[in-house]
Each structure stands twice: as C-alpha cells, then as structure tokens.
C-alpha cells in the first residue's frame, strides 16, 4: 500500500470525522493522531457507556488507514484487531499507524496498548451479478434488545432465520447520512459490514444460548477478509453454521454471502466476545482488572 509520509495533504476535500491532530509518525509513511471520543454521537453512544466502544477504535483505525492511502483501495482488506483491555472515556486515545507494505495499528492510552492488530489490502475479485428478489420477511430487524441498540436506524441486521444447519441474517444496509453510510453510496462500506457481524455474533447467544440481556459482552478482536467497493445493489446475507456456544465466552466464524445463498462466499468476519454478568462486570470495573 502507497501511503504518505506526511499529513499536510490529507484531507484536502474532506475531514477525517472521527481524527484529530494528524501528523507524520517517526516511520516512513507513518502517521499518529488523536480518537475524537464524541459521546453525543448517536451511533457509537447509541445507548449510555462508561467506556470507548470497540467500533469507534475499529473505525477510527480504519479512518487513519485511509489518511495514509494515496489512492483509495478498490480490491480487498484483510485484517485483525484485539482489543487488550477497556479504553475509557478519556484522555483521548492516540492511534499509530507506523507505515509499511503489511500496515499495523496500535492504539495506546496513558502509554498503556489498548488495542492492536494489522491490515493489508488485495486485487479485487470479479462479483457475479445477481437478480433475485428478497423475502420482505428478511428485511424485518432483528430485536433491538438482542443486538444491544437503542435507535431503530442503527440496526444492520434482519431478524435471523434457521435452515440447512445454518443461520442467517440479511444485511441492512443504514441511511444515508447515517456514521457508517461510508463514503462511496453505490458500495457496502466495510465498517456497516463489520457492524452487521457485530450484531449479529451479539444475536446469537443471546438467542441461542440464552445469554441474559442484562449481560455486557466486551469484545477481544475481530478478523475481516472482505471487498471494499461491493456494490450496494447487490444483496447480501451473514452466515454461521450452528455449533455450540459455551455459557461465557463465544467465537463466530461468519461467511458474507449472495443474500439468496448461492455461490460461493464473498467475505469473512470471526468474532470472539466474553460475557459478564452486571455483577461480574461492576467488579472488573471497580479493580481494573482484565477478565480476558
């Protein structure tokens, strides 16, 4: 990946949203800046936290990544991010993107490494086209509860639905103008595809595991192999093939596919998540402690 070595040009036609105080890290085509923490945005504080989300950092990542890029990357992203323990509400926390062909990302707070993980970007695969029309009953959103959101226009999931040793949920694309819209409007941005995994790895043991509402689901990484420029018209559908979910901790191996289950799978998305009761989680907060 071509990258800049510094930021003088980076945002000439548009500003980063979720960055501050971009600058030239030490390394060639390095760059740092600052994650803006907005609690009023209705997204990312779709509902009360006392703590950054997962998605923010993820998104806020992937906003640096395309600061560096030269050109926007029209293939594929492949990458990983393991969040090492919870980043509070302040001091801002600084995300370092060092440079390099296979990029890197850490993001550290009061010096201490909150998350990290890496990122590389591929040709993009030839798409088939497809003409097929969508069950409206697949459209419907899944519980808002069980996909831990508050607004309706911030759920990317339909309600879930079982067969052939599978489930799967359509991905809802969100409004335009919404946080994780993206930028090109006749593609699937990557973050909503990523948002849409994390809903519905949320879903599952929820639904199938019977893991309590009240509990609070801290997040340890995610890998995605996705397309970057999929355009928006074609339908497309989470699926994971039913196994055992264990009582407190939880791994999904998600396959994005053609919404209508055909052809083979045209991206991945693996979630690993722990569970804390509201006790157990109080506890952790009150000593600092990192129960992964």
């Not at 703590?51 to 640096?64: F, T």
């Not at 600061?67 to 090492?84: H, I, K, S, W, Y």
């Not at 296979?102 to 003409?131: M, N």
């Not at 192999?225 to 009582?247: K, N």
């Amino acid at each position: 990946m071509r990258q800049h070595s510094t930021a003088t040009a980076l945002w000439e036609h548009e500003p980063p949203d979720l960055l501050e105080g971009v600058h030239g890290s030490a390394g060639p085509g390095g760059l740092t800046a600052r994650l803006r923490v907005d609690q009023g945005n209705p997204f990312y504080f779709d509902h009360p936290l006392d703590h950054v989300p997962g998605m923010l950092i993820l998104c806020g990542a992937a906003d640096l990544v395309r600061a560096a890029a030269d050109d926007a990357p029209e293939g594929r992203v492949r990458g990983a991010m393991t969040f090492r323990s919870i980043c509070e509400l302040e001091p801002a926390p600084t995300l370092l993107l060092p440079g390099g062909e296979r990029g890197r990302i850490e993001v550290t707070q009061d010096s201490e490494t909150v998350a990290d993980g890496w990122f590389e970007f591929s040709a993009a695969d030839d798409v088939p086209a497809r003409d097929y029309r969508i069950d409206p009953g697949r459209q419907v959103p899944a519980d808002a509860a069980l996909v831990h959101r508050a607004r309706d226009e911030n759920i990317m999931i339909g309600a879930p639905w079982q067969g052939d040793g599978h489930v799967t949920a359509l991905v809802l694309a969100p409004p335009d103008g919404h946080t994780l819209a993206g930028r090109r409007p006749g593609a699937h941005a990557v973050d909503y595809l990523v948002e849409a995994g994390r809903q519905f790895s949320t879903w599952l043991p929820h639904r199938l595991a019977r893991w309590p509402l009240d509990a609070h689901m801290l997040w340890i990484g995610v890998t995605v192999d996705l397309p970057v420029s999929l355009p928006r018209t074609l339908a497309v559908a989470l699926r994971w093939r039913a196994a055992p979910i264990s009582a407190d901790k939880a791994k999904f191996h998600l396959d994005l596919i053609h919404a209508d289950g055909r052809g083979p799978a045209l991206g991945s998305l693996h979630f690993a998540s722990k569970m804390l009761t509201p006790a157990e989680y109080a506890r952790f907060r009150g000593n600092g402690r990192n129960p992964r």
